[in-house]
């Protein structure tokens, strides 16, 4: 078995942190491509009032996602 591409889905849970870990040991053992995508409840953005502050919270669960990939090399 190998893998060429590992998709993360996050949204920035505990969970979703250490779902991202096993996916890095694997992306490093199978030489993958890693590939991340921050996940929202939609039900949230009902309120239009809710985008803005979505919109900010994804792109920090982004920027985590990038800064513990990039300490193994694996962001870019």
């Given at each position: 078995m190998s893998f060429d591409d590992i998709l993360i889905p996050t949204d920035g849970s505990e969970?979703?942190?250490?779902?991202?870990?096993?996916a890095e040991d694997l992306a490093i053992?199978?030489?993958a491509t890693v590939h991340v995508l921050c996940v929202v409840d939609s039900r949230l953005l009902e309120n239009a009032s809710h985008y803005d502050h979505m919109k900010e919270e994804?792109?920090?669960?982004?920027?985590?996602?990038y800064?513990?990939?990039s300490e193994t090399g694996l962001a870019g």
């Amino acid at each position: 078995m190998s893998f060429d591409d590992i998709l993360i889905p996050t949204d920035g849970s505990e969970c979703a942190e250490v779902a991202m870990r096993y996916a890095e040991d694997l992306a490093i053992h199978y030489g993958a491509t890693v590939h991340v995508l921050c996940v929202v409840d939609s039900r949230l953005l009902e309120n239009a009032s809710h985008y803005d502050h979505m919109k900010e919270e994804s792109t920090e669960i982004a920027g985590r996602a990038y800064d513990v990939l990039s300490e193994t090399g694996l962001a870019g």
